[in-house]
């Protein structure tokens, strides 16, 4: 599991250098112990060698002394009884033999031999001269010579067993490097594997270490620290949970007023037109009746008519001017109640953005926690870093919805200061309505008035139209308030929509983990005390 990650294990490092180790005394053993023989045993044979020598030449000494060679034979009899013996020559000043034996037909220049000062080798095998000295007197040399092919088998033999010997050390101790690093290992490999878990975001995991030394207090420590992230991590789920449940009721909540809202708007932007076609009809009628008046001043005798026409016509202005007022001031309330309505807005949004700094703290301890935890917490950091971006566009959207709202609340305010100045107007013209009215009255009841109340019509008629256009021109500007507010409103609720999505997405992240952490915590029992 963890072998793509670590290219040489630990287990492989420690049976590695046991290995080298155990190698490196068996090379030595199997170097030094082969030659220390070999010098043994040549030392061994030089001073057989030597002694036996010595002893033939003694014995031959006391043999020419007396002239009794049967004693030489003897001397030569007691050497044949070493099985390595080669050579035996008895030699007098002359260089003469006294006395030879020579099973192996052995080549030997006596003359060359005899020069030697040490002993050297021919043929595989060892010689020696000795000279004969008996009472301070020479009598000749001895030439002893033993075969090396007993000694060349043992020394073979001695190698090949120390290799074999070196061979199983070697063996062993690999088995051994290689059980002991296994049993060192373990612990740490398991350790590993748990590790692994962890970083893919898998909590449950369970190590059974017993040992007492570092490694079980490590293992000990382990289990804690799975135990605390775990707990951690629940905890945070659950308070992001709370916070998550908040903003999608408060955003349910802030779209239903943003639809009510923008029922209400749709309902003043018709009013306003009716009112519009009313005062566009009533400066048709401003017209005519401009145009009456200029016609009862030209000819009286039509007066009487054309002032029971105009006192009907200013009845109807009077009750339709009744009512623009009336709806005016209902218009009137309902902006009020408007602007009312988007300062609870604003509230809402307040609470909105309270909570996403909340929100926002509560992924940068994530965050703190994430990276305490080292590389175990990196999936639980990355986690926390896309709920604080989640934050930061809540508060973004927040911040944006609120421009737009006092936005609204501007062109509210706008809209209620143009309404009352509608209202002055309207009542304006209502009066200059009433006056009229009196004036056609005076009209039908005296026709010398007629000329005057005509005059009076006509400037009256005229103020009413110049009227009727202004209070026509803010109803328009007030029209197209209330559409800017309208659009305002709507795009209000569509950031409203959107923060529901957002909302709805991470209650489904935020359940998914829950789901995910029950499952684990189902499905396998809690981790025990090493």
């Not at 072998?3 to 046991?18: A, D, H, Q, Y």
């Not at 006192?311 to 005016?328: G, Q, W, Y």
């Not at 971006?389 to 143009?418: C, F, G, H």
């Not at 950031?495 to 684990?520: F, K, P, V, Y």
């Amino acid at each position: 599991m963890f072998g793509s990650t670590l290219r040489i294990p630990i287990r492989l490092k420690l049976v590695g250098l046991f290995s080298s180790l155990i190698l490196l005394f068996t090379f030595f053993n199997f170097n030094y112990y082969p030659k220390t023989y070999r010098v043994q045993a040549l030392t061994n044979l030089n001073n057989h060698i030597t002694t036996m020598s010595e002893m033939i030449a003694l014995t031959s000494g006391i043999s020419l002394e007396v002239l009794d060679l049967s004693i030489i034979s003897s001397a030569i009899n007691w050497g044949k009884q070493d099985s390595r013996l080669a050579y035996i020559g008895i030699f007098d000043e002359d260089n003469e033999p006294v006395s030879t034996f020579n099973p192996g037909d052995i080549s030997l220049d006596v003359s060359e031999a005899l020069k030697a000062k040490e002993i050297f080798e021919i043929e595989e095998n060892f010689f020696i001269v000795t000279p004969i000295v008996y009472n301070k007197t020479k009598y000749g040399n001895v030439i002893l010579g033993l075969s090396l092919k007993s000694f060349y088998e043992n020394i073979s033999k001695n190698e090949t067993t120390t290799l074999y010997i070196c061979l199983a050390m070697l063996l062993l101790g690999v088995l051994f490097s290689y059980f002991f690093s296994n049993r060192i290992t373990r612990p740490l490999i398991q350790l590993t594997e748990a590790a692994d878990n962890i970083s893919q975001g898998n909590t449950n995991v369970d190590i059974d270490i017993k040992t007492r030394d570092e490694v079980g207090v490590l293992c000990k420590n382990f289990k804690n620290m799975v135990r605390n992230i775990r707990h951690s991590f629940e905890n945070q789920i659950n308070s992001i949970a709370n916070t998550s449940k908040t903003l999608t009721s408060s955003s349910n909540e802030m779209s239903a007023a943003i639809l009510e809202q923008v029922g209400i708007a749709a309902d003043q932007s018709t009013s306003i037109s009716e009112i519009s076609a009313t005062l566009k009809q009533l400066a048709t009628t401003s017209s005519q009746i401009a145009e009456n008046s200029t016609l009862v001043v030209d000819t009286s005798s039509t007066s009487v008519t054309y002032s029971e026409k105009g006192v009907h016509a200013l009845e109807s202005l009077k009750e339709r001017m009744d009512d623009i007022t009336r709806d005016n001031e209902g218009n009137l309330m309902e902006i009020v109640e408007l602007g009312r309505k988007s300062q609870e807005i604003g509230s809402v949004m307040e609470i909105i953005s309270h909570i996403a700094d909340q929100t926002k703290l509560i992924a940068f301890n994530a965050a703190i926690e994430a990276a305490s935890a080292g590389e175990t917490g990196k999936r639980f950091g990355v986690v926390a870093v896309e709920i604080r971006n989640l934050a930061d566009n809540v508060m973004k959207s927040t911040l944006d919805i609120e421009s737009r709202i006092e936005e609204v609340q501007a062109s509210i305010n706008k809209l209620v200061v143009s309404s009352e100045n509608g209202t002055k107007k309207i009542k304006t013209v209502n009066d200059l309505a009433a006056q009229t009215l009196n004036q056609f009255e005076g009209l039908v009841n005296g026709a010398r008035s007629a000329n005057d109340a005509a005059t009076t019509i006509s400037f009256s008629t005229q103020q009413q139209e110049f009227a009727t256009s202004q209070v026509f021109e803010a109803l328009k500007e007030i029209e197209q308030g209330i559409h800017h507010y309208s659009a305002s409103t709507q795009q209000t609720n569509s950031i409203s929509q959107g923060l529901m999505i957002l909302a709805e997405e991470l209650n489904r992240l935020i359940e998914g983990l829950q789901d995910g952490s029950q499952a684990t915590d189902e499905a396998t029992p809690e981790l025990q005390e090493t």
